[in-house]
Each structure stands twice: as structure tokens, then as C-alpha cells.
């Protein structure tokens, strides 16, 4: 834009305090979005973001998840421009370059996600060794407290009906079979 042009929707470059003119071309622009200039960000977003857009369909094929990342990768524009070097490559390479590898992140990732979903639902757990397992802890422990009644208390020790549950030696003629009495 040469000096003393209006432009339209802006103040006269020329007037002092007036806005500074949006640069035409993408590299200017990125370089003048590393500076936090706005109305140069919206100019590269209307620029780009269908070219983000169409990178990030083609990788994804999802529609939804290629909007999701243009939106993130048009934020890093605006985060990263700074790293924007115009000596190293043209604007819209940079741009570019930056849709498709946050698309080929998108998709390492669903694989990853996909991949920890397969393994989850298809996880064999051996209930039967758990289970088991936790009721030979609690024989062993019903073990220990019946041998910790018998010993503190001798008398009934001695008496065979004592450790056998549901028998009562207080009732000799209801004896039942197997409950140690003759």
C-alpha cells in the first residue's frame, strides 16, 4: 500500500495515531502477527484457514475432528508467529506445515486412544484365581481365630463338640451325625 492511500473501513495511514496499514502479502502478515497485530491475524485467518481446512480433511477424513484442528492450528498462528522466519520458507509453506503435522498428531492419537480402548475391552482377568485366592485368606484367617478361642479357653477345648459350628453338647439326647459325640 503506497504512503497517503485510504483503505477502506481504516483511518489514513499518514495521520499520526491512526492504525498501521494491514500488509497484502502472507509473509508481512505473519510478521505482523508476531507484532499482535489483529486486523492482520483476521487477514490471515480468512487467508488460510480454508488451505488448513482442506489439509486437515484430507488427513483426518472427518470432517468434525478437521475443524477442530484448523481452529487449533489458526491458534498457533497467532501463538507461533514469531517463530515465522521468512527467510527459511514462504508463509503459506509455514502455515501448512503446521496443519498437517497437528493432523497427523489428531490421528496418532485416536490410533493411541483406539488402540488403549481394544485393550481394555478385551483385558482377561481371572476371576477364579481372585476369587480363590481371597477365599483361602479367609480360611486362613477363621483358622487363626478358632485357634486363638480354643487356646485361651482349655476346657472346651477338650470337649470335640466345641469346635464343631451348629453342635451342642448341652442337649445329649439331640446329637446330631458328625457332630463328635458318640
Not at 102 to 108: E, L, T
Amino acid at each position: 500500500m503506497t504512503e497517503g492511500r485510504w483503505r477502506r473501513g481504516s483511518a489514513p495511514d499518514h495521520l499520526p495515531g491512526a492504525e498501521p496499514p494491514v500488509p497484502s502479502g502472507l509473509s508481512d502478515l505473519l510478521t505482523a502477527v508476531a507484532r499482535g497485530n489483529e486486523r492482520a491475524y483476521d487477514a490471515v485467518y480468512d487467508l488460510t484457514s480454508g488451505w488448513v481446512l482442506g489439509v486437515a480433511r484430507k488427513v483426518l477424513r472427518d470432517p468434525a475432528q478437521a475443524e477442530e484442528v484448523m481452529q487449533e492450528v489458526m491458534l498457533e498462528v497467532w501463538r507461533l508467529a514469531s517463530r515465522f522466519d521468512p527467510a527459511r520458507g514462504s508463509g503459506t509453506s509455514w502455515v501448512m506445515t503446521l496443519a498437517h503435522r497437528r493432523a497427523i498428531d489428531r490421528v496418532r492419537s485416536e490410533r493411541s486412544h483406539a488402540i488403549r480402548e481394544l485393550r481394555a475391552a478385551t483385558a482377561v482377568i481371572d476371576y477364579d484365581d481372585v476369587i480363590e485366592a481371597v477365599e483361602t485368606r479367609l480360611d486362613a484367617q477363621r483358622v487363626q481365630r478358632l485357634s486363638t478361642s480354643a487356646s485361651a479357653s482349655p476346657t472346651t477345648a477338650a470337649t470335640p463338640t466345641a469346635r464343631l459350628p451348629n453342635c451342642s453338647a448341652s442337649r445329649p439326647g439331640r446329637s446330631r451325625p458328625g457332630c463328635g459325640t458318640a
